[in-house]
């Protein structure tokens, strides 16, 4: 089970950004059952195109989750 989700902008892949989903995971979940989930949608440009599991997501003091952490581990990523 996912219990919380957050997209993020990435440019990993030389294909342009991707959309990858940080989430605290269930030990059953694959990344496989997440992208088959995703691509019951119809609209194809919400699909993800990986998926990273995480045990916690990086928060504030009231709980928010901290996007700008994020996207600045994936900047340093993409260096």
Do not use: W
């Not at 992208?35 to 609209?43: N, Q, V």
């Amino acid at each position: 089970m996912i219990t919380e989700t957050r997209l993020t902008m990435s440019r990993r892949s030389p294909g342009g950004p991707n959309m990858p989903i940080n989430s605290f995971k269930d030990p059953a979940l694959t990344e496989q059952a997440v992208l088959e989930h995703c691509r019951k949608d119809p609209t194809g440009y919400k699909i993800p195109r990986f998926v990273e599991f995480r045990a916690e997501l990086p928060k504030t003091n009231v709980g928010k989750i901290l996007r700008r952490a994020l996207r600045d581990e994936e900047l340093s990523k993409a260096k």
